[in-house]
Structure formats: structure tokens, C-alpha cells
């Protein structure tokens, strides 16, 4: 089914525009809006977030159900950044909105425009819809994705791309009236594989402009999100949680103080721009917030005197979300993994960072993943989807500690769908528990169906799959291996049915498409 062909939208889309990696322009007028960002916050309330080339002093949204009626105002003081950003990351929260109502909305500014968004569903409206997930989505060029790419043992070398295909962004955008808001569980823009990308030739510069280049990628991929949500079909909530790529000093393949700039170390570029946005916990309808200091500290200390005064969540690495007939769990497999287990970006993990932790103790992640999912009344959101960045299930490379952390939980709450990418292409996994196939399949299982989506595309590539005689013995339902960029619709018909796709961007087909049934 070629879900693109025959939408006028698509050909209002700029075509695919080859590797163009220079900072972006600043405006000339400071206050413009750059880098949007949406976020749910309850059925009641909406984060909006967006940066600018300087600080403002009172970052103001003025919204209303009309376009011509924009006269509620909100405001923060939240306007903030770390050392190397060129801009100031702004958060205001929206209150006393209606759930699953459109409303109009201006970013207060001599050089905004109009756009609109549609508030979730409240929990326990069991309405079908359906959700995009993305996971592993980089940038280079103005487009989203050039036709450029690493290529090195165990990549696909071949880039599917042609000029005029869809990047994933594109296609989110075109198809953006049929789905209600993204998923994108971990590794945005790719920004640090910028010393690569200068070795290669592909970006013009020296390593000493690192940080900018840096930045400058950072400011690319949100900037075409931006332009996503603002050309298209109204903004869409964009729920996120940590990658190791937020986060990943050594992606330059050169260690060294040169190739870790600031925004690249310790999640700080994502925490700037993320931490206010996502919410605390699934009842949190009033966003007021204190005041806080400018600078990282302050985000972090709010952050977790937030999270001590209610669930123990931390966003935006850790926190749960409702949106109709389905609970959202958001979690953190770059850290804090609690029971004394390392995790991979914590000093002595696997990936040889030294990041976090970032609860305020070891086991906050692992009681409030607890807590959470103790907590969910099935009659009122039956669906669970958990989603976090690296997968323990998967054809090779698998995260053995976050299932010796997290997949124990998993089980015992009878989450439906565990959905995460870090490996570049699609795998689908029977439902699973203990590295053991549940007899039942996609009929009613106890265990969790598991998703591998890391293909959404960016510098590195698409990643070949092991041979399958090295498959592992709990076999995987359906791949794309290597070959295709794509995303995944979840479809939700019933509290009883949920239908998985994979989409490929280049073109709208749905390559694969299963439907799990829950007697629930
Ligand atoms: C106003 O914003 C647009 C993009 O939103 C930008 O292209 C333009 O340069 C801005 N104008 C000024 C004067 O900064
Ligand atoms: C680098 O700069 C040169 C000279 O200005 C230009 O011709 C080339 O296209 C640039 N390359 C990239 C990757 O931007
Ligand atoms: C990373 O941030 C956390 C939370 O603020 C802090 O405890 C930790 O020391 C930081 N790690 C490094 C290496 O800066
Ligand atoms: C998984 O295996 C562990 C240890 O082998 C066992 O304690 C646990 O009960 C098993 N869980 C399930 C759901 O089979
Ligand atoms: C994936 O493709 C590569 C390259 O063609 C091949 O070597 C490998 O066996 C394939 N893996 C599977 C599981 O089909």
C-alpha cells in the first residue's frame, strides 16, 4: 500500500537535497523561534518548547481555540543553555486546556507565526488511533538525511536513497494527518559523529571548530523537525527518552578532550532541550513550575526536586505517559539501572563514557518503573508499551544488563510492547520472556512482543543482521535487514487489538504489518 502517492502534500516537499552541513543562519531578529518542540503534559496541559539566538527574559505563548482568538497567555522563566550552544532553550507550559481539542498557539516574538496542535486523548478514551515511533533519526543535510554515510565493517554500505525519496522526516511530515503524535525513544541527529564527518571531507572545518560543527548538526535535525510540524499538519507531541548518541564522546572515533564538546558530554545538549518539556508523571495537569536558576545545575535540581515531590520519574530520561487506551513508559538504558548493575554510559559501562547517574539515588529508576507500572489500571488504559533505547532482544549486540534490570519488571506487569532501535534496521520479535518464546504468539501472550527500529537513517548508516546461522535461538518474526529506512505505526483498534506496521520512508509502503491480540 503506498500510503504517500496521491497526497497533495507530497509535492510541496522539497526534494532530497544532498550533504549541506553549515551552521545554520542566525536570524536577525533574536527572538525567532528555532527548534520547536511539543510535548504532552497530561490531557490538560501542553509543553511548548523552541530556542533562540539569545536569552529571553520571560518566554511567553499566547494560545486559544481559534486562530483568530489567541488571548490566553502562559509564561515561564525558563529560558536557558550550557557553554557551547549558540542558543537559549525555552519552555512554557500550557494549563486548563480541554483534552483532544485543537488550539492555536503563537510563541511570543517580532518574527513568529501561528501554528496549532491538538491536546492527547484523556486516559480511558478508548478511541482507535494510531502512533508513529521513530527511533535512531539523524541529519545532515537541509532535508534530513544526505545520501552520504560511514561506511565501515558491518554497515550496509548501500544508501537506499535516491534524490526524491522521502527521508523519514519527510515522510512523517507528509503522512502527518494520519497519526496522532511520535514516539522517538533515543539518538537524534547524529550530531556527534561530526569528527567523522569532518575526517571524511563531508563537513568543511577544523577540529577545533568541533563545538560549533557540533551544535550546528544539533540545530539542523531539530530545525527540520521544526519544519515538520510547522508546514504540514499542525504540530505533533514528540515523546522522547535517552540515547547513547545524546551522550557519546567516543563516536568521533578519536578520543580526546577535541572531540567532546560540552553539548555532547553527560546528556547536556538533550537536558537543556528535553528536561523541562517531557512530563513528571501521568497525572500532572497543573505545569506551574518554579523559577530556577540559569544553566545546567538548575535544570538538573529541578528536575530532581520535582521527581522527589511526586512519582520518582525523571524526565526526560524516566516517566510514563497516558494517551487514551494506552500507558506509556519511558526509560533509560544509558543509566542509572539501580541493584548495583552498570549501566553502559556509566563510568565502567560498556560504551566507556562516564555519564550520570542522574537519580538521586541508585534505585530511583527501578522504583519508579515499579511504582508505575503497579499503578496502571488496565480497565482505563489496557495497552502498556514500554520504550527505551537499547534492546536485550535483537540479532546481535544485545544489552544484557538492561534485561537483567529492566525485563523482570516488564514481565511482572504484563507490558504489551517493549519498542527500542540502537541496532540500524527493523527487527520483530515474537512475544518473549527469559529469552523463551511465548507458546501463544500474537494470540493472547503473557510476555512482551519485542521491536527493534533503529532504521530511521543518519550518518552511520543501516546495520547488516549476523548471518542466520548465528541468529539466536529465540528467532525473530520479521527483519528488514539493512536495506530500507523506515518507521512504525501503532495502530490501536480496540482494547483488544493493536496493529504493528512498518513503514518505509522512501515511499509509504507498509512492508510488514501484524496485529497483536490481548484478551486483556
Ligand atoms: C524570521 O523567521 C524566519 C523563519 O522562521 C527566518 O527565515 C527569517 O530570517 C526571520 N527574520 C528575521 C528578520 O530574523
Ligand atoms: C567546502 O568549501 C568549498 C569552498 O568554499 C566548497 O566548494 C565545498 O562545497 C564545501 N564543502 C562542503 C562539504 O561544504
Ligand atoms: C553528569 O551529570 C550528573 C547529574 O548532574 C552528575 O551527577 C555527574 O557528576 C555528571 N557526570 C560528569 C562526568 O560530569
Ligand atoms: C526467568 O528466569 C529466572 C531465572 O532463571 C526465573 O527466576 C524466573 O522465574 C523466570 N521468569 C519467567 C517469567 O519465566
Ligand atoms: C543480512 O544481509 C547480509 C549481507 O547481505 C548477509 O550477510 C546476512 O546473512 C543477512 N542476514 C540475515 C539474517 O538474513
Known sequence: MKLLSGLPVCAALVPLVFAQTELPPIP????????QRLAFNGPMSMRIGWSTFQQLEQPTVYFGESPHAIFRSASSQSS????????????????????????????????????????????????????????????????????RQMSYTGKAIVNSLNPGDHTTIQALAATASQYEFIL???????????????????????????????????????????????????????????????????????????????GQTNFTGFINRYAELMPETPSTILGHRPRFDTGLEGVYMKARAAAASTSGALPPFWYSFD??????LMFDTETDFGNGIIAPDEVGGGAADSDGPFGSYMNQQIDFIERDLAAVDRSVTPWVIAAGHRPWYVDSGACTTCQEAFEPLLIKHGVDVAYFGHVHNMQ?????????????????????????????????????????????????????????????????????????????????????????????
Request: with cysteine.
Open 184 to 262: 522517538h525513544p533515543g539518538d537524534f541527529a547524529y550530531a556527534d559523529a561530526w569528527l567523522s564527518e569532518l575526517n571524511l571531507g563531508y563537513i568543511n572545518g577544523t577540529q577545533a571548530q568541533g563545538p560549533q560543527i557540533y551544535e550546528g548538526l544539533l540545530e539542523q535535525f531539530l530545525l527540520r523537525l521544526t519544519y515538520l510540524y510547522t508546514r504540514y499538519a499542525g504540530s505533533k507531541a514528540y515523546m522522547v527518552t535517552a540515547g547513547n548518541h545524546e551522550s557519546n564522546c567516543l563516536n568521533g572515533k578519536s578520543p580526546g578532550e577535541a572531540s567532546c564538546p560540552i
Open 428 to 520: 520483530r520479535l515474537g512475544p518473549l520472556a527469559n529469552n523463551t518464546k511465548d507458546p501463544r504468539g500474537y494470540n493472547n501472550p503473557s510476555a512482551p512482543v519485542y521491536l527493534v527500529n533503529g532504521a530511521a537513517g543518519h550518518f552511520e548508516g543501516l546495520d547488516l543482521m549476523t548471518t542466520p546461522d548465528q541468529l539466536p535461538n529465540y528467532g525473530i518474526e520479521w527483519a528488514n535487514n539493512g536495506t530500507l529506512y523506515g518507521y512504525n505505526l501503532f495502530k490501536f483498534l480496540d482494547r483488544n487489538h493493536l496493529e504493528i506496521q512498518f513503514v518505509s520512508s522512501k515511499d509509504g509502503d507498509v512492508l510488514n504489518s501484524v496485529t497483536l491480540f490481548k484478551k486483556h
Open 80 to 147: 536557558t543553555t550550557y557553554p557551547t550552544s549558540r542558543t537559549w532553550s525555552n519552555t512554557v507550559t500550557l494549563t486548563m486546556l480541554k483534552p483532544y481539542t485543537t488550539y492555536y498557539y503563537k510563541i511570543v516574538s517580532t518574527n513568529s507565526t501561528i501554528g496549532s496542535f491538538k491536546t492527547a486523548r484523556p486516559a480511558g478514551d478508548h478511541t482507535p488511533f494510531t502512533m508513529a515511533g521513530v527511533v535512531d533519526m539523524g541529519v545532515f543535510g537541509p532535508d534530513g538525511l544526505s545520501t
Open 28 to 35: 536577525a531578529d533574536l527572538t525567532t523561534p528555532v527548534q
Open 323 to 328: 494517551y487514551g487506551m494506552v500507558h506509556y
